[in-house]
């Protein structure tokens, strides 16, 4: 048991009394310690994100370019004080785990090299060990009505309820990774597809075009004799 | 690979930040700058029926003090979300820090676009806008406190309430990508196809080519009297 980690929220549930009546909707949001963003980056821009890290705490950001003519990108990856700690160029996937100090930590996707192609890039930032903001479980006990008559502890119970929860956390995170593979599968036979059309037409036109040449130029050749003749 | 869900699983037990104890200090999440005329999209693939919550919180950059104030009224953010056919879902003006929602009908690809309606030129003057974001789906919008009173619920109906909505999100999920995978697979069907079919029709054209070539060629001769 966390000693330090379940009081420090107590008392700090205590000094933020009023709050706590408050529905969440009004008093602000906290957001999750996994997330996930899908982003389109225009030719010739770089866009970058910053997250606020406490010190001591993991820092994993895992990226696919799913989209965009060559699926590659630039990314760079920058410590609070500006330092780099990671730039890699013309990637198509990477993973990346810090071990952080307090601060703001930036990464940015770079796609200037590219002069007409847009890119989709699908990023996950996965935060562990964030400190007094972690609680083993959620503390639902003051929003639920009634007890429960059992023959099991209770505890034992919620155990395994929250070693479920995890393992479906742990299922939806291989769904999103799926996902995002997918996606770049697709996109790329989707292009594919483009193409093939596209130069099958091109090919046809230009078949076409080069017989009729060929005739015309043969005609023309034996056209002239026959002027100079008479 | 194995050390990174090692990671996860332990990742997902350290799940949800203190809700309320945090709320008057500010979160610390993901942010990034925004100048004013730009427009940050973001993309959600999701199946239908699901629903999506994004919360931000806006900070102006104050060039006197040189830091970013905490907030700013009368500065708003203007959320457009666009459906995978394109359309319009959602397109709305909020303030300096808001919540939109919205809940897909169509799977795919749903585009999330915010862009700043800041009117009075002199606030951005060279500065840049923070913009906090989280994007929330599926599963994770449901407020379980809320569940809990509206349904008078006890911890462990709670729980499982909760593990019931997570596998029900995950078989969306599931359905959707089977979806996909048909469509993936019919595109490339369809191009196997088509490049088959347009080897086999280019050698006959030539060969056809050739021949009408050759015979108009002939009978072109012949009529000039050369052979």
């Known amino acids: ?230 | 690979m194995a050390g990174v869900w090692a990671r996860r699983l332990r990742a997902a037990m350290w799940h949800r930040a203190l809700l309320l104890a945090l709320a008057g200090f500010g979160f610390q999440g993901l942010y990034f700058h925004i100048g004013e005329t730009e427009k940050r999209c973001f993309i959600e693939e999701i199946p239908d029926e699901t629903m999506v919550i994004g919360n931000y919180r806006t900070q102006l950059w104050d060039k006197q003090t040189e830091t970013f104030l905490p907030s700013t009224p009368g500065l708003g953010m203007h959320v457009e979300v666009k459906d995978p056919d394109g359309k319009v879902v959602l397109s709305r003006q909020y303030g300096s820090e808001g919540r939109f929602t919205f809940t897909s009908h169509t799977p795919g690809d749903h585009q999330i676009c915010l862009h700043s309606n800041s009117t009075r030129m002199t606030i951005f003057a060279g500065g840049k806008l923070r913009v906090h974001l989280d994007i929330q789906v599926g599963e994770h919008t449901n407020n379980y406190p809320e569940i809990a009173a509206k349904d008078k619920l006890t911890e462990l109906q709670l729980r499982a309430r909760q593990l019931l909505d997570q596998v029900e999100q995950i078989q969306k999920e599931q359905n959707y990508q089977r979806y996909r995978e048909e469509r993936f697979r019919m595109t490339s069907e369809s191009t196997n196809q088509r490049v088959l079919w347009w080897s086999i029709a280019q050698t006959v054209i030539l060969i056809l080519t050739g021949i009408w070539q050759m015979r108009h060629l002939k009978s072109f001769f012949e009529a000039k009297k050369l052979v």
């Open chain 1, 1 to 230: 048991m966390d000693e330090p980690g379940v009081w420090i929220p107590f008392s700090l549930l205590l000094a933020a009394g009023p709050l706590a009546l408050l529905p969440p909707a009004v008093s602000g949001f906290s957001p999750s310690l996994d997330s996930d963003f899908t982003i389109t980056l225009p030719a010739g821009l770089k866009e970058c994100f910053y997250q606020p890290m406490p010190l001591k705490a993991t820092l994993e950001i895992e990226y696919q370019v799913l989209d965009g003519a060559g699926l590659d990108i630039d990314f760079h990856l920058a410590s609070p004080e500006g330092k780099t700690i990671v730039f890699e160029q013309r990637k198509s996937d990477g993973v990346h785990s810090v071990e952080t100090e307090a601060g703001d930590y930036m990464f940015c996707f770079d796609n200037t090299f590219s002069t007409i192609s847009e890119k989709v890039i699908f990023f996950e930032l996965i935060l562990d060990n964030m400190g007094e903001q972690e609680q083993e479980q959620e503390d639902w006990k003051k929003y639920v009505t009634g007890t429960d008559m059992l023959d099991m502890k209770l505890e034992d119970i919620l155990e395994s309820i929250n070693s479920i929860k995890s393992r479906l956390s742990k299922s939806g995170h291989i769904q999103t990774m799926l996902r995002a593979f997918e996606a770049r599968d697709r996109n790329i036979q989707e292009s594919n597809f483009d193409r093939v059309n596209f130069w099958s037409m091109v090919n046809l036109g230009v078949m076409v075009v080069v017989s009729a040449i060929q005739v015309y130029m043969l005609k023309s050749l034996f056209e002239d004799k026959r002027k100079n003749r008479t």
